[in-house]
């Protein structure tokens, strides 16, 4: 499976940003689907996952209430709307698939690239 994130930007704090995963290749349908976060010199931080069905979702503390995971099969891609940023927001933020939900990036199989977001106070 290929992954592609994208919808990264330049915010200020209390905006909404919509990021989405593009996968291609394999059995993406089958796959849980998590984003993850990084700001250099930290660890990268999970942000929420989504089940191959998508009624099971999972968020991250510094998240949860302010972002929705959702995917779209149909179009292969996962959604991370993002509202109520915040600067501590800021970071590279990945998608990743694997066979497991979970906040351990250690489940994921698969990575893409990064996509950017800013969030200026």
């Known amino acids: 499976v290929q992954l592609q994130a994208s919808g990264g930007g330049l915010v200020q704090a209390g905006d909404s940003l919509r990021l989405s995963c593009a996968a291609s290749?394999?059995?993406?349908?089958?796959?849980?689907i998590g984003w993850f976060r990084q700001v250099p010199g930290k660890e990268r931080e999970f942000v929420a996952t989504?089940?191959?069905?998508?009624?099971?979702?999972y968020y991250g503390g510094s998240v949860r209430g302010r972002f929705t995971i959702s995917r779209d099969d149909a179009k292969n891609t996962v959604y991370l709307q993002m509202n109520s940023l915040k600067p501590e927001d800021t970071a590279v933020y990945y998608c990743a698939a694997g066979g497991i939900g979970s906040s351990n990036q250690g489940s994921y199989d698969y990575w893409g690239k990064g996509t950017q977001v800013t969030v200026s106070s």
């Open positions: 989504i089940s191959p069905s998508g009624r099971n979702t």
């Open positions: 290749g394999g059995t993406y349908s089958t796959y849980y």
